[in-house]
């Protein structure tokens, strides 16, 4: 069921039995309609949501949303009220994607644009094959941990991982973060020990040019869940990963 309720065209769309391809069409329909704000109520695992989605649209989902959330997305606002699942921002090109929630492996997968931000905690190989070019810069903040491989093959972005599910003292979990990596950057606050890292990744304190990416970056995270920024910062144990080079695999070919 499709409800407009004011204008600006707030769109309500009941999700309860749809196919995601239904759903899909619902919401390519609406946009093109002139919708701004669409509710999606009772979503329960349809995938894609939002892709091929082109205009500067508001989507808010009540419910689970299945996997490959905002792939190829130019431009929405996805707001997520509970957890994604793999895939979210999958080669995202502009866009927001807020998840009030946790989200599952290869989040922000080859993404060239736009925002995520996961209140919590995300699965393996988040960040993987991150890449920019131009003025398009990926960026994902994840306000918990991560699993292996974070970062893997990364070639451009902005990478952050918060850690605040972290008790004190305790190290990040993940192993091989940063394998592969050749571009891009990767700010993680919390422990790590040095063989938990990829050998194409090289650790350095933050100077003021870091600062001056991660502090609007944890501030806008704060915005969107309700937290202090200061006091995020104020925990400390900030750290910058970044790529030792450009072509680590580069004497495995012929040229």
């Known amino acids: 069921m499709v409800t407009v309720l ?13 196919t995601h391809k239904q759903m899909n069409a619902r919401l390519r329909e ?3 309609g002139g919708a701004e704000r ?14 091929d989605l082109n205009r500067p649209v508001e989507i808010h989902i009540h419910g689970t949303p299945g996997g490959n959330l905002g792939s190829f997305m130019k431009g929405p ?17 502009s866009g927001e ?3 009030h929630g946790h989200a599952g492996d290869i989040t922000g997968l080859a993404a060239r644009g736009g925002k995520v931000f996961i209140r919590d905690y995300v699965g393996y190989r988040t960040g993987i094959h991150m890449k920019e070019y131009g003025a398009k810069k990926p960026i994902v903040v994840v306000g918990g941990t991560a699993q292996d491989f974070l970062g893997e093959y990364m070639a451009g972005g ?5 850690g605040l599910d972290l008790k004190e003292g305790e190290t990040h979990k993940a192993n091989f973060i940063g394998t592969g990596m050749h571009g891009g950057v990767i700010y993680l606050r919390g422990k790590v020990n040095d063989y938990q890292l990829g050998k194409e990744v090289g650790v350095a304190e ?11 970056l944890v501030e806008e995270y704060a915005a969107h ?8 910062i104020g925990r400390g144990e900030f750290s910058k990963l970044y790529a030792l080079s450009l072509r680590p695999y580069g004497r495995l070919y012929a040229y």
């Open 6 to 18: 004011t204008k600006p065209a707030v769109v309500e769309i009941d999700a309860m039995g749809l």
């Open 30 to 32: 609406v946009v093109a």
């Open 38 to 51: 669409i509710e999606l109520h009772n979503v329960f695992g349809q995938k894609y949501i939002g892709t």
């Open 77 to 93: 606002r996805i707001t997520v009220y509970g957890n994604a699942q793999d895939g979210t921002g999958n080669t995202m090109d």
């Open 97 to 99: 994607i807020v998840v």
């Open 158 to 162: 902005v990478l952050v991982v918060l």
């Open 206 to 216: 933050l100077n003021d040019i870091d600062w001056a990416i991660l502090r609007p």
């Open 225 to 232: 869940f309700g937290l202090n920024a200061e006091e995020i």
